[in-house]
């Protein structure tokens, strides 16, 4: 079992950048496919980003337009999510998840599928 802790959100302006970490205990995420996702009030979790337990392979949701980078660190057992150009409608709770073997690409991006989940750090982007 693993357990996931997020940190790093924030209050920011539009245009600005905000680096999201996830931190894993109890057992090393190379074993997991490594998801963010996020969650806006009254709207289901949606897929951000995800990318397997080496690092080799990433997905990103349409949305990301290329602002968001996912990036597995398995020395320090993290996964970051750096974004920039941040927009208003980017202000949600983004949660770090973690999926068991076996992955594929539909699997990576569907949050019922994942294992373990994180407790959420909250993103706002407003001027």
């Known amino acids: 079992q693993v357990q996931l802790v997020e940190s790093g959100g924030g209050v920011v302006q539009p245009g600005d950048s905000l680096t999201l970490s996830c931190g894993a205990s109890?057992?090393?995420?190379?074993?997991?496919?490594m998801g963010w996702f996020r969650q806006s009030p009254g709207k289901d979790r949606d897929f951000v980003a995800t990318?397997?337990?080496?690092?080799?392979?990433?997905y990103y949701a349409g949305f990301v337009r290329g602002r968001f980078t996912i990036s597995i660190d398995n020395a320090k057992n993290t996964v970051d999510l750096q974004m920039s150009n941040l927009e208003p409608e980017d202000t949600a709770v983004y949660y770090c998840?973690?999926?068991?073997?076996?992955?594929?690409?539909?699997?990576?991006?569907?949050?019922?599928?994942?294992?373990?989940w994180g407790q959420g750090t909250r993103v706002t982007v407003s001027s």
């Open positions: 998840a973690a999926l068991e073997t076996p992955w594929s690409e539909s699997r990576m991006k569907n949050p019922d599928r994942y294992n373990y």
């Open positions: 109890g057992r090393t995420i190379r074993n997991y496919a």
């Open positions: 990318v397997t337990g080496g690092g080799s392979v990433a």
